[in-house]
């Protein structure tokens, strides 16, 4: 099971995003690469405390359990064209994208201080799964962004 804590599940998510193009063509979704960039990186700072985020846990135990679980540990992908939180939406307040290798530079950067700070970010629940432990959110961090990629092809 890949997830971002494990070195070389990291050098693979670090390799696919250096080939990442800013006019690479999306296979879903309505994001361009640059805004599947920005919106990585806002994820990773509202986790970290960086940026504010509206909303708490999930309402409903089982529901978050069961979802937390299909989500982390179900042999499949995630579903495509789900619609995001708005804070990390780039329709609806995310953040802009800038220069596209220093926003690639800024995400990697994010992903780091995460990785940095897993067991801090164990403290805070994920809006829609409830409480995670640090190697959860390693594993979420993982499929995310491998989710994004695959957005892109890569």
Known sequence: MKTLSRP?????IRARLARLRPDAPRRWGRMTAPQ????????????????STAGGPPSGRLRGTLLKWVA????????????TRPEVD????????????????ALRAAC??????????????????????????????????DHHLRQFGL
Do not use: I, K
Not at 44 to 49: A, P, T
Not at 90 to 105: C, H, I, N, S, W
């Open 36 to 51: 599947m960039v920005c919106h990585l990186t806002d994820a990773f700072r509202n986790l970290l405390g960086e940026r």
């Open 8 to 12: 070389r599940d990291l050098e693979e």
């Open 112 to 145: 780091d201080r995460f990785l940095a700070a897993r067991a801090a970010v164990a403290r805070r629940p994920h809006f829609l799964f409830g409480a995670l432990s640090e190697a959860e959110w390693a594993r979420w961090a993982y499929l995310h962004m």
């Open 90 to 105: 780039q329709e609806l307040g995310g953040t802009p994208p800038g220069e596209f290798a220093r926003d690639v530079e």
């Open 72 to 83: 982390l540990y179900a042999p499949v992908r995630w579903l495509r064209g789900l619609r």
